[in-house]
Each structure stands twice: as structure tokens, then as C-alpha cells.
């Protein structure tokens, strides 16, 4: 009867150990541990964009009228980063200087062995991120990307739609 005992007790401990380390795990590998309802909206239309040194600026309107900057930079440690006004949890030590030229329709940013084009007359509008070998790794439509606005009207949430090749890396998300 001790030995069934002791079984019992040592088989609700590991019981106990593996319910608490899965619920631990989940709340770790996420920060969105608040609900926060929001509404969400595409940016449908480009209203100007800015090409500065470091930063490439696409100022964007919703068809509610709520505007919205996405900035594309490219860290020093390569690829290609974009945000909306607010930055995420990753920040580059340093970005690189971009050198901007067109093909075609295309607006080419390019930095690092990295280069995207936006396609600012397109419909919907988009744009393409290429590698060093010039290959198109991934491509984002305005109707994929979708801004979650609170009840008060404040971006809250960035939400995107995209293919992505089975070897290419994302970093900070």
C-alpha cells in the first residue's frame, strides 16, 4: 500500500510538472499576454514617401481616413527591417546608408546585398525583398498588410500576410 502510495504521489508530481511547464512555456514565447480587441484595416493607399540617408519613409491612408508611416531600414548586420511608427522589441545597433534608384515603376532601395522595391502604382500597391543573389525571398500586397486600431483609434497591432522561402530566416518578430 506505501509503494502504491509513493507512485501515486511521484506520478501527480510529474503531472503537476508538465501542466505547469506547458502553460509556462506559452506565456514565454509570446508578449501578447493582454487581449487587446482592435479593428483592423488595410492601408490602401500611399499618400507620398520619403527617401532619406538611413531610413525609406511610406507615409499610407486607410480607407477610414487613419494615416500611417511604415519605415524600411536595413541593419548593418543585413536584410531589411520594417515598422510602423512604433518600433518593435528588435533595434539594430546601426543601420546602412541606403542608395535609391528605378526600375521601371519601381521605387529600388537597396543596402547590404539587400534590396526591395515598392511598386507604389500597382493595385494594390506592394513591395519585393530580393537577396545577394537577386532572387525575390518574399513579397507583402497592401491587402496583406493590416493595421489593428483600439477603441480610441491608436495603432495597436501590425498584422502581415506573405510568402516566405522554406530557407530564408526572419529575425526579430
Known amino acids: 500500500m506505501k509503494k502504491i502510495f509513493k507512485s501515486f504521489v511521484v506520478f501527480l508530481t510529474v503531472l503537476s510538472l508538465v501542466f505547469s511547464c506547458c502553460s509556462l512555456m506559452g506565456s514565454a514565447l509570446t508578449n501578447d499576454n493582454q487581449h487587446i480587441p482592435v479593428e483592423w484595416e488595410s492601408p490602401t493607399e500611399i499618400l507620398k514617401v520619403e527617401m532619406q540617408e538611413k531610413a525609406f ?6 480607407p ?8 524600411f531600414t536595413f541593419p548593418t548586420m543585413g536584410g531589411v527591417r520594417f515598422n510602423a511608427d512604433t518600433k518593435g522589441f528588435f533595434e539594430p545597433q ?4 541606403i542608395n535609391y ?11 547590404n546585398d539587400t534590396k526591395v522595391k515598392l511598386f507604389t502604382t500597382a493595385s494594390p500597391w506592394r513591395f519585393e525583398v530580393y537577396n ?3 532572387k ?6 497592401a491587402d496583406k498588410i493590416l493595421f489593428g ?6 495603432l495597436r497591432k501590425v498584422k502581415t500576410a506573405s510568402y516566405v522561402d522554406e530557407y530564408e530566416t526572419l529575425f526579430g518578430l
Do not use: C, H, P, R
Open 136 to 141: 525575390m525571398v518574399t513579397w507583402y500586397e
Open 149 to 154: 486600431y483600439d477603441e480610441d483609434g491608436f
Open 64 to 71: 477610414e481616413g487613419k494615416v500611417n508611416n511604415l519605415y
Open 132 to 134: 545577394a543573389e537577386d
Open 57 to 62: 519613409v511610406v507615409s499610407t491612408k486607410t
Open 101 to 111: 534608384s528605378a526600375d521601371g515603376a519601381a521605387i529600388v532601395m537597396q543596402a
Open 94 to 97: 546601426d543601420t546602412s546608408v
